[in-house]
């Protein structure tokens, strides 16, 4: 069972939320934050596997309340997924940077939210290399240090593992382009996350646009 904790400022949102996720066979609803802190504090207390995380909130938003998740050892396994208005939202990239699993924007359909909640649930992030690379591309279009260290400790294999992660290419299709077996690309793709430090795959792509692999509109 996947527990969800709902953190947005608007009851009605949550609501309309908890419904859609209550509906489920595979999860729950554990808990209801109006604000950042609230939102920290119950995923501490309700013991949440993942947030979905509003970016405006009062007292703290969705940006500081998943940077103190992402800094929380006794928190490490709590995914966050990150609501937005618009998918141009600058924000994002800020949530991203701070430790979320990805985005989601409000008028998602329905069946779409449940499958983004059991994939970044499962340990996957909620990337594709449409709107989520587009962003992240456009906002580090200025580079700047990567908090988690680069990536000059990687093998040529692992570097090339990771400029195919940063196109938003998923362990399957990594491993057709390789010629490598998916097992293998998905051992390729953990080793790199724990050289460099990262939760997920999100983290993955900020420092290959960071360090200069990947540009802004190229490969």
Known sequence: ????????????????FAMLIESADDMEVVGEAGTGLEAVALARSERADLIVMDIRMPELDGIGATRLVAADEDLAGVKVLVLTTFD?????????????????????KPADLLTAIRTVAAGDSLLSPGPTALLIARALSAPQAPGTGGPEGLSDREREVLVHVARGLNNSEIAEVLGLSPLTAKTHVSRIMGKLGVRDRVQLVIIAYESGMVSPGGA
């Open 88 to 108: 141009t939202d600058d924000h994002v990239v800020e949530a991203l940077r701070a430790g979320a699993s990805g985005f989601l924007v409000k008028d998602i």
């Open 1 to 16: 069972m996947i527990r969800v904790l709902l953190a947005d400022d608007q009851r009605l949102v949550r609501a309309a």
